[in-house]
């Protein structure tokens, strides 16, 4: 897919979702932004390390996965000054992940300018669903200063 929407906006946020936390999450890859609708898609690789038994991946990194997907759609969307907090966060495991890449999505549902409503999911790459997630998120404007 083609990056949709503001040239600025998805350049910044290209550049800071390649640093930490998203690099200690295992970040591969943004794969694309939408800043007219708020979605975001990106790459992950699932380690060895992030494995519990029989290779599953754990499922704190699939819910990093999503929140921090759900969390780039809505800057996409609402600013790349903005700081999203969760206020809460649910996810549904369907199925166990594997060492390997993963691909997360997120998507705004609604915003408005204190309060977003989020949801992601996550894929392997036969895009056999792994699991989805709900955010309400808290937004703070004008927190990044560029």
């Given at each position: 897919m ?20 998203q690099?200690?999450?295992?970040i ?38 999503l929140?921090?997907v ?63 997630g ?13």
């Amino acid at each position: 897919m083609k990056d949709v929407g503001d040239a600025l906006t998805i350049k910044t946020l290209r550049t800071m979702f390649f640093k930490d936390p998203q690099t200690t999450l295992g970040i591969d890859k943004i794969l694309f932004l939408n800043t007219n609708q708020g979605i975001a898609s990106a790459s992950y690789e699932a380690k060895k390390e992030m494995c519990h038994s029989g290779g599953i991946v754990q499922g704190g990194f699939i819910t990093g996965w999503l929140d921090a997907v759900m969390a780039l759609a809505c800057m996409a969307k609402c600013g790349t000054d903005v700081l999203v907090l969760s206020l809460e966060i649910k996810v549904s495991f369907i199925n166990s992940a594997k060492i390997g890449k993963l691909i997360s999505t997120g998507t705004v549902i609604k915003n408005t300018k204190t309060t977003a409503f989020l949801e992601g999911k996550l894929e392997d790459k036969e895009e056999n669903l792994i699991a989805t997630g709900t955010s309400t998120a808290k937004l703070k404007s004008n927190f990044y200063k560029f």
